[in-house]
């Protein structure tokens, strides 16, 4: 079954003398506890849409032109921002690149965990209330404009520090009480990041976005993290769409791909079937950049070239600049979004309309 829906989601960055359109009509779905992988290279919105989906967007300059984001039949485009924010952990939660910048330095680990736990406590109340009791709730702000229900104190009481402790478990840290009682700058950054996870987590949503989790790891500590984040789809029945610029992360741990070319989704495919029979010309391109992993004397192919410029993008096609296989209508009008074989969509004129 479908968990979200993202159809036609435009969102430009407008500012006095320009306007950069970051996504430019998205079309993308995620069933339940399914594993999905948005690539692409840097600049091609991957950020934006998952800041789009729990309303993260820094507003102004980013605005939603057009499109809706429609989670379990309500579309989050269109809600107050104040009643966005009970869905924002608990039911769409978000893991960010550096979970040193995320984490608080002065607090220890396990208050941090029990303020998310409690956070989750009051903002499912407030799901569960009635709409008027709601927004009688969320306009009760404080001196920064947050609302005072959703701003407990941090402190670990012996049922918060279980569950928090539960939490660390899942994620696989061995002391999970030790853990609780140190600061995010005594923790490894592999450790941080199972943190971040694991507060995530607490706050039990049915999705999880991941915005390139593994980056600032080893390779040791970023296959330890995929293989967790995989094996907790089943145990906890989320579901996660990985933020990634690394087909191979992709290709160990998703189930579906979808790559992104300058704000636009070029392809969508099951993994076996993208890696197997890649269609469009762009993710033939990133394929063939990565190296065998045995001597031959083939040799890695860049793709030519460079991104096109947002702020004055080109009419058609957006990448037939870099195309080997560019026809003349490609530059006419932009190619549809269209699915050549069950499950696997394209978005190229080499393939129909």
């Not at 967790?228 to 087909?247: A, F, G, P, R, W």
């Not at 860049?302 to 003349?328: F, H, K, Q, W």
Request: net charge neutral.
């Amino acid at each position: 079954m479908t968990l979200i829906k993202i159809e036609h989601l435009k969102i430009a960055y407008e500012f006095h003398e320009w306007r950069l359109v970051a996504l430019n009509g998205i079309d993308l779905e995620i069933g339940e506890k399914e594993f999905l992988a948005v690539v692409g290279e840097s600049g091609c919105g991957k950020s934006t849409l998952a800041l789009s989906m729990i309303g993260l967007l820094p507003s102004p300059p980013a605005r939603v032109v057009d499109g809706s984001i429609i989670y379990k039949g309500t579309d989050l485009v269109k809600l107050d921002p104040k009643r966005l924010r009970t869905y924002r952990g608990t039911e769409i939660a978000m893991i960010f690149q550096e979970p040193l910048t995320s984490l608080n330095p002065v607090y220890r680990i396990g208050d941090q965990m029990a303020e998310a736990i409690m956070i989750r406590e009051s903002r499912t109340n407030m799901l569960d209330a009635s709409e008027t009791q709601v927004m009688q709730k969320v306009h009760r702000t404080d001196a920064v404009g947050q609302p005072k229900a959703l701003r407990p104190k941090r402190k670990l009481t012996p049922e918060l520090k279980k569950e928090a402790m539960e939490a660390l478990k899942l994620v696989r840290i061995a002391d999970p009480e030790q853990v609780l009682e140190r600061y995010p700058f005594e923790l490894s950054g592999g450790m941080r990041q199972r943190v971040m996870i694991a507060m995530a987590l607490s706050q039990r949503p049915k999705l999880l976005v991941a915005d390139e989790p593994t980056t600032a790891l080893d390779v040791t500590t970023q296959a330890q993290v995929l293989k967790l984040m995989k094996e907790l789809i089943n145990e906890v029945n989320t579901s996660i769409m990985l933020i990634t610029h690394d087909l191979a992360v992709a290709s160990q741990v998703a189930d579906r791909v979808v790559v992104m070319y300058a704000g636009d989704v070029v392809e969508d495919a099951g993994v076996f079937d993208l890696f197997e029979h890649p269609l469009h010309p762009y993710t033939k391109g990133l394929l063939s950049c990565i190296p065998s992993g045995s001597k031959d004397d083939t040799m890695l192919m860049p793709i030519p070239g460079t991104v096109p410029d947002l702020v004055n993008p080109p009419i058609g096609c957006r990448y037939a600049e870099r195309c080997p296989s560019v026809m003349d209508v490609c530059r006419g009008k932009p190619p549809k979004l269209t699915e050549v074989s069950p499950g696997h969509k394209v978005s190229c004129f080499l393939y129909g309309e």
